[in-house]
């Protein structure tokens, strides 16, 4: 892949906002609504609209943010002192409204726990209140087809669930193909807005106990082999996404036809 997305805008613009409420979703999602005056200006696109969340270390510290400048903020983030940089992850928009002279944007974070407890982004998702303060580094789109593309395979885990889930919402109405998705739990096995003819297949893993990835790419390798037309997306742990681009190529699908992206590792 390119160092920078297609998509990517030039000059990413960094937004502040708020914390208005937190609410689980689902067994292993908490979604984190935020807003704010200048969020009405954020020109969100659909699809898989990503961007970067930076929020405080200490609920009780203040939000420092790193200066932009073109597409580097890099540089600017790490040259904050320890103790007040704050926390940076990427995330996908899981929902937008414009609502007058504000917007509210909604966040959806993994409930991943590592010996019964939340740390991370988690952790801040759980125990965030209003007001707490964030920041968001817009970051575009990276779902870019081909304008000949027949049909769509779109592969995901959890943690790419936002992002497949806004693809399939604002796919053109007569598209085709199949939409993997796995999730934690059949808790988590939610309704999502899809084109009548994409298929869209949920694979729960709680009842398996196997590693995050293996049963999405089960279900990729029975799926009938992508035509020279298809665009595929993979996206989610990082073997899931690796070894479902090498899948896709093997089974006949260009490299140039196929995005990848390793969102976490294992």
């Not at 595929?232 to 490299?255: D, N, Q």
Request: charge should be negative.
């Amino acid at each position: 892949m390119a160092k920078y997305p297609r998509l990517m805008p030039d000059e990413p613009r960094l937004f502040t906002a708020d914390v208005v409420r937190t609410e689980r979703i689902s067994p292993s999602f908490q979604r984190v609504t935020i807003a704010s005056a200048e969020l009405a200006e954020f020109d969100w696109r659909g699809l898989d609209h990503w961007f970067r969340l930076f929020f405080p270390l200490a609920p009780d510290a203040g939000l420092r943010l790193p200066e932009v400048e073109g597409r580097l903020w890099w540089k600017s983030y790490l040259a904050i002192p320890d103790e007040q940089r704050p926390h940076c992850s990427n995330y996908t928009v899981a929902g937008y409204r414009r609502l007058g002279d504000h917007a509210e944007l909604d966040i959806d974070v993994v409930l991943h726990w590592h010996e019964g407890r939340l740390s991370g982004v988690a952790a801040w998702s759980v125990a965030a209140r209003p007001g707490s303060p964030v920041g968001i580094l817009d970051q575009g789109v990276l779902f870019d087809p081909p304008q000949d593309t027949a049909g769509y395979l779109l592969v995901a885990d959890e943690s790419g669930l936002p992002a497949v889930r806004g693809i399939l919402r604002d796919l053109p109405a007569d598209a085709v193909g199949t939409a993997i998705i796995e999730v934690p739990a059949h808790g988590d096995v939610i309704e999502v807005e899809a084109p009548r003819g994409v298929t869209v297949q949920w694979v729960p893993r709680e009842a398996t106990g196997e590693l995050v990835g293996a049963g999405a790419l089960r279900a990729l390798r029975e799926v009938e082999a992508p035509g020279a037309a298809s665009y595929a997306f993979v996206v989610g742990e990082s073997s899931l996404a690796t070894e479902g681009r090498r899948t896709l190529h093997r089974a006949g699908l260009p490299k140039e036809r196929i995005t990848f992206s390793g969102f976490w590792k294992a």
